[in-house]
């Protein structure tokens, strides 16, 4: 499942390939993956536009054209296609942007979790993505502690909640809690001052060295993510890892490094 770093991946794909180039056609097989207009809607208020640098905001891609701006949501399978790298298109190739020179960047979603939006102004770009929190990549320190003051609850569930703040994911999340040796099911009113700067800390840390891992996973060091699919040992006291539901998702932790609120 894409998660920030994939997207700012994804992010860096759009303006690669389409940024500055205008479209020449929108090619939708299936509407239904256009959320808030119709095929014909979206292909006569780009054709024509050239597109600007694309905006990343959580897991949202935002493109701007001279005009009207293409939101897209890669839910769980979503993934961008450039035509010289991959020339036949694939029955999951749901919008299909050709581009001057005949070149085509592709929405590819097989579960079409996700989708996509028109937006004509910034204002119809924020109606489309909900009440979303500031970016978990560019939120500020104090915005952070103001945010999290205010919230009640476990720690893996704000975490998650795109509108305490957007981007983080499953794998994030868990990665976050691991580093930072909080329990999933902690509270977050229960925690001090040293415990929200050091999250703030490690959450920009993990982002950074992610999306400069163009979305790799990291598979050396210290991290959970290295060794979660193996389901363990923990790469910090080489103890057993744990499986538990949390938030409703399924949630990898340490319970050596990450003692249990409430054993
Ligand atoms: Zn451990």
């Known amino acids: 499942m894409p998660e920030l770093p994939d997207v700012e991946e994804y992010r860096r794909f759009f303006a690669r390939h389409a940024a500055g180039r205008s479209v020449r056609r929108v090619v939708v097989p299936d509407a239904t993956i ?26 949202w891609l935002v493109a701007w054209t001279d005009g009207p701006a293409l939101l897209l ?20 190739d749901r919008v299909i942007l050709e581009l001057d020179g005949g070149d085509e960047l592709r929405y590819r979603n097989m579960r079409k979790l996700g989708g996509a939006w028109l937006a004509h ?10 009440s979303l929190g500031p970016d978990a990549l560019a939120v500020k320190r104090r915005e952070f502690h103001e945010r999290l ?52 800390e490690t959450m920009r840390w993990i982002l950074r ?24 040992p923990c790469p910090r006291c080489g103890g057993p890892l744990a499986r538990i539901t ?15 609120p409430a054993p």
Not at 121 to 130: F, I, K, R
Not at 159 to 186: C, K, S, Y
Not at 214 to 231: C, M, N, S, T
């Open 73 to 92: 949501h890669f839910g769980m399978t979503g993934d961008l296609v450039w035509s010289a790298i991959e020339p036949e298109r694939h029955r999951h």
């Open 121 to 130: 102004d910034p204002d119809e770009a924020v109606a489309a993505m909900g």
């Open 246 to 260: 949390a938030a409703g998702r399924t949630t990898w932790l340490c319970p050596t490094c990450q003692p249990d």
């Open 34 to 59: 256009v959320r808030n207009a119709t095929p014909r809607a979206l292909d006569r208020a780009l054709r024509g536009r050239t597109f600007e640098e694309p905006d990343r905001h959580g897991k």
């Open 149 to 200: 003051s205010r919230r009640r609850g476990q720690a893996k569930a704000v975490l998650m909640d795109q509108r305490f703040m957007a981007g983080l994911g499953n794998l994030l999340v868990d990665e976050l809690l691991w580093q930072t040796r909080i329990h999933p099911r902690r509270r977050v009113e229960t925690l001090d001052d040293t415990e929200r700067d050091r999250l703030y």
């Open 209 to 232: 060295r992610w999306v400069a891992g163009y979305g790799r996973v990291p598979r050396r060091g210290e991290w959970l993510i290295a060794v979660r699919d193996a389901g363990g």
